[in-house]
C-alpha cells in the first residue's frame, strides 16, 4: 500500500518566521508531488506542484524535493496569520490513473 | 471563468435514503475524481473517472456509486449500503494547470453530507 506521511502537528510558529512542512512516501516510483493548503471547513487548494529534485520558489513558498531520500518539503518565508492552515502533501497513485494519494495533513498555526 | 462546481454544500439525509451530490466542471478537464474526508482523515478515494463513459473504483467504492456520461459531469450517489456516510465529499478533475501547463488536480468547493 503506498503511503505519503506528515507529521498532524500542530506546527507553532511566530508571524514573520520560516515555517518548515515535510513528507515521505513509500512509491519510489512518483514523480509528481503537490502541496494543498486547506482552511477549516474548506476544500484544499494547489499551492505548489514539483516535478524535478531540488527547490521550486512561487512567492513565499518553496518545495523541496529529494526522490533518492523519498522526501518532499514545503517550506513558507515571512509566515503570516492567514498561512494558518492544514497544509495536505500529495503524490500520484498511477495506480488508480492519475488520482492522488494524500497525508493526513499538518496544521500550521502562526501567531501574530 | 473556469472552475467545478459541487451542490449542494450541505445535505441532510435519513439513514436508509440515497443521496446523489453533484459535480461540474468546464476546465475542459477528461479525468476526474471523487474523495471523501473525514476529522483527522486524509482524503480517500471513492471512484475515479479517466474519460468519459468509464469510471474505476477507488479505495472505499463500498456503498457509492457514479456516472460519466458527460465530460463535464461526474454525480456520485452514497447508497443506503454505506454504512458510514456522514462526511465531507470532494470532487476533483486534473489536467494541464491554468498557468504553467503541467499536470495539476483542482478540487471543488465540497458537499458536507450529514446522515442521522
Known amino acids: 500500500q503506498k503511503e505519503v506521511e506528515q507529521n498532524s502537528g500542530p506546527l507553532s510558529v511566530p508571524e514573520g518566521a520560516i515555517a518548515s512542512l515535510n513528507c515521505t512516501y513509500s512509491d519510489r516510483v512518483s514523480q509528481s508531488f503537490f502541496w494543498y493548503r486547506q482552511y477549516s471547513g474548506k476544500s484544499p487548494e494547489l499551492i505548489m506542484s514539483i516535478y524535478s529534485n531540488g527547490d521550486k520558489e512561487d512567492g513565499r513558498f518553496t518545495a523541496q524535493l529529494n526522490k533518492a531520500s523519498q522526501y518532499v518539503s514545503l517550506l513558507i518565508r515571512d509566515s503570516q496569520p492567514s498561512d494558518s492552515a492544514t497544509y495536505l502533501c500529495?503524490?500520484?497513485?498511477?495506480?488508480?490513473?492519475?488520482?492522488?494519494?494524500f497525508g493526513k495533513g499538518t496544521t500550521l498555526s502562526v501567531s501574530s | 471563468d473556469g472552475g467545478i462546481t459541487q451542490s449542494p454544500k450541505y445535505l441532510f439525509r435519513k439513514e436508509g435514503q440515497n443521496v446523489t451530490l453533484s459535480c461540474e466542471q468546464n476546465l475542459n478537464h477528461d479525468a476526474m475524481y471523487w474523495y471523501r474526508q473525514d476529522p483527522g482523515q486524509g482524503l480517500r478515494l471513492i471512484y475515479y473517472?479517466?474519460?468519459?463513459?468509464?469510471?474505476q473504483k477507488g479505495d472505499i467504492a463500498e456503498g457509492y456509486s457514479v456516472s460519466r456520461e458527460k465530460k463535464e459531469s461526474f454525480p456520485l450517489t452514497v447508497t443506503s449500503a454505506q454504512k458510514n456516510p456522514t462526511a465531507f465529499y470532494l470532487c476533483a478533475s486534473s489536467g494541464q494547470g491554468r498557468t504553467s501547463g503541467a499536470y495539476e488536480q483542482y478540487f471543488g468547493p465540497g458537499t458536507r453530507l450529514t446522515v442521522t
Open positions: 473517472s479517466q474519460i468519459v463513459n468509464d469510471f
Open positions: 500529495a503524490v500520484i497513485s498511477y495506480q488508480a490513473g492519475t488520482a492522488l494519494i
